[in-house]
């Protein structure tokens, strides 16, 4: 197996497999955090809202590998744009790592409310509408716009280098925008941000599973030729 369909293949199930831990952690925060008493919630759930943070966690850290898989792949004359898409990246999963900190100090905290002061003391709220906030903010403002912005580097790249069918990369370069238009969106208030980024989660679950079957295809090869 050459490295373009090797790589490709890998960067189908980072895609993939981000995608999924990000939709599914981020559920299991948001029903528990919406709860009438947040930490009461957390303490009863910890193992769920544990597993949840851990989840979008690892979507965090596998973010950082696409950029990384492509970078051996494309001319030097596009490596600027993986590195933006790269920055791009690292925001985002900075970001998703700041949060689930904050999301962690929850759980001893709630154990603590709930087991020896629950009694004589009321829920600290003001700790807990800040990291909850804290979460909404990053959540439904600072990733679209982080995302959106690097999807469009990397689906411009898909582009110019043809590693993959037009279809799929002008795809992209419509649904990230999308994505990037919901932050903005939620920024002010407005929310319609999910809405926006179904084509972007669409996207990357069918483009993901193409990568896994297909690869990215090898400029040495006619399949360059095959998909341009």
Known sequence: MNRYKKNG?????????TCLTYIAGTAIISDILTATHPLTSVFKESRLFAGGILLVFSCAVGIAG???????????KFRHL????FGARLWEGGAITLYSIALMIMIPLSRKYSLQVADVMAEPEALVSF?????????????PLFLGMGGIFFNYILLRERFVPALFAIWGVIAYPLCLAGGLFEAFGISVGTWLAIPTAAYEFIFSVYLLIFGFADLNTKDKRRIA
Do not use: E, H, Q, T
Request: hydrophobic share 55%.
């Open 131 to 143: 990291i909850a906030g804290f979460y909404r903010v990053i959540n439904d403002v600072w990733i």
């Open 82 to 85: 993986n590195l933006a898409y």
């Open 9 to 17: 293949r890998i960067i189908g199930f980072l895609l993939l497999s």
């Open 66 to 76: 696409i950029p990384l898989c492509l970078s051996p792949l494309i001319s030097k």
